[in-house]
């Protein structure tokens, strides 16, 4: 039996060897959470970590919380 197509599973996703790829999203690095004292929260994933002076002034005059991945 020939196999046709070859499947490589690299380092930046599926690849077929028809050029063909399906691309893997980034890692997220961490989250804001919004209303982290509620049941139901909302997360925003964020892929660059914010500095430590953004993180602190994000939660005290928004309210959010950082979250690590």
Do not use: C
């Not at 049941?39 to 919380?65: C, D, R, S, V």
């Amino acid at each position: 039996m020939k196999a046709d197509h070859v499947i490589d599973y690299g380092q930046h996703g599926l690849v077929i060897d028809s050029g063909y790829r399906f691309s893997v999203p980034p890692k997220p690095v961490g989250y804001w959470v919004l209303y982290a004292e509620v049941k139901t929260q909302t997360k925003f994933a964020m892929y660059h970590k914010p500095t430590n002076y953004q993180i602190f002034n994000t939660e005290h005059k928004l309210g959010w919380k950082w979250e690590d991945a």
